[in-house]
């Protein structure tokens, strides 16, 4: 019974907890008459005293022991919190995160002491069956970063080298590139591919005057020209979904394919209170005034459920981003209206929505396809906002499938 507990067992609850029963279990059952009273004065004293403390939940506490033995280069007590932290299935730490820990601490404990961390953090994963997935640095798929000439600066990102079809990814409403990191590497051996972040989003500059619709078309315009690789295959989502349908309207010869995916071309006038009242949100209460509900649009329940870590990062993402940008960029897309000039698209169309999405919904994308001559429309069933991340295999074969075409 816990209330019977002394501050040995009580402490023996965490370190087991942190540390896992096999380790805890090897380290006490070899304990000898010389070191015995040094195994209990830590289980007392740290793991009970410390451990126990309400102050800092368990994954920070995990983060600091990670970031105070690698920058004092305790290598053995180290590599024991890694494999602690990235096996526990209750308290543990997602690898994007030890990643970015990692990452901090080459800022902070040197380069030397990073490069040991990441190669004994590796060694770990490797033990333990935790893939990690390639990510080669040579020419034909290393990403390059730089902002446009022209301005406003958008923030952009290239990659591949291949002969085929030039590709431009447009994101989504609160978010930034990353998002098309997965789509971006499955692409970029066959295909150049060109991401940015929109205006007052991401790393690109931040706008302090209101702007349209029409200026986030424009900018992708000359995004394109500055590339010197149009006419392109224009993918958009949300958002970026609206960029690529007013870029194949008023500037067609930019473009020789289209992806819509999960957005409109017009919303009903009874959607405006609900954009009113998130513009009303963030001015109020910033990012965090709208995140849940954002994300709960974004990411179907069944997704969320099944991959936390996921669900959690663009819960991060989301509350990164900044509110005035975000406010100017609702502003931007709240009156869209593409729809009766949608027959001028000429260019090979894909339109792809998710069956479970609310705020782009399968009728919107019907819409949009049976106006645009020629265009494909697929529903993805398990999919709601950023069918990309819910349903990445079938997002790419459906891209592959239009580029194809073009």
């Known amino acids: 019974m816990t209330d019977r507990l002394d501050d040995f067992d009580r402490g023996l609850v965490n370190r087991r907890a942190v540390l896992g029963d096999a380790w805890v279990d090897q380290s006490l059952g070899q304990a000898t008459a010389f070191n015995a009273e040094f195994q209990s004065l830590i289980t007392r004293g740290v793991w009970h005293e410390v451990w126990r403390r309400p102050g800092l939940d368990l994954a920070t506490r995990r983060l600091l022991v990670l970031a105070m033995t690698m920058a004092q280069g305790r290598w053995e007590e180290f590599e024991l919190h890694v494999r602690a932290a990235l096996v526990s299935k209750d308290s543990g730490v997602p690898l994007a995160t030890l990643k970015e820990m990692l990452l901090q601490g080459a800022a902070y404990c040197g380069v030397p002491a990073a490069n040991t961390a990441f190669k004994i953090a590796a060694e770990v994963c490797r033990a333990e069956g935790i893939a990690l997935e390639p990510a080669p640095l040579t020419p034909a798929v290393r990403m390059q970063h730089h902002h446009t000439f022209s301005t406003p600066q958008l923030h952009v990102a290239l990659q591949g080298l291949g002969s085929g079809v030039p590709v431009v990814l447009s994101h989504a409403l609160g978010l930034d590139l990353t998002m098309w990191d997965g789509l971006a590497a499955a692409l970029c051996a066959e295909h150049p591919v060109l991401r940015y972040d929109h205006r007052a989003q991401g790393a690109s500059a931040a706008v302090n005057k209101p702007f349209t619709l029409d200026d986030l078309v424009d900018d992708a315009a000359r995004l394109v020209r500055e590339w010197g690789r149009g006419p392109v295959v224009f993918i958009g989502l949300s958002m970026g979904g609206m960029v690529a349908q007013g870029l194949a309207i008023r500037h067609p010869d930019r473009v020789r394919g289209l992806v819509l995916a999960n957005t409109t071309a017009q919303y009903p006038e009874a959607a405006q209170a609900t954009w009113a009242a998130r513009i009303a949100a963030v001015q109020a209460g910033g990012m965090a005034g709208v995140v849940q509900g954002v994300v709960e649009r974004y990411l179907q329940a069944d997704f ?23 406010v100017a960029s609702c502003e931007a897309i709240r009156h869209v209206d593409w729809l009766g000039a949608l027959a001028q698209v000429r260019c090979p169309t894909l339109v792809l929505a998710g069956a479970h999405d609310i705020g782009a919904t399968p009728a919107m994308g019907q819409a949009i396809a049976e106006r645009i001559p020629g265009a494909q429309f697929e529903l993805l069933e398990e999919a709601s906002h950023l069918s ?11 891209v592959r499938g239009l580029l194809a075409r073009c």
């Open 388 to 398: 990309s991340a819910e349903q990445p295999a079938r997002f790419e074969a459906a």
């Open 304 to 326: 969320r459920a099944a991959h936390p870590e996921s669900t959690a990062a663009l819960h991060a993402q989301l509350l990164r981003a900044d509110p005035a940008g975000y």
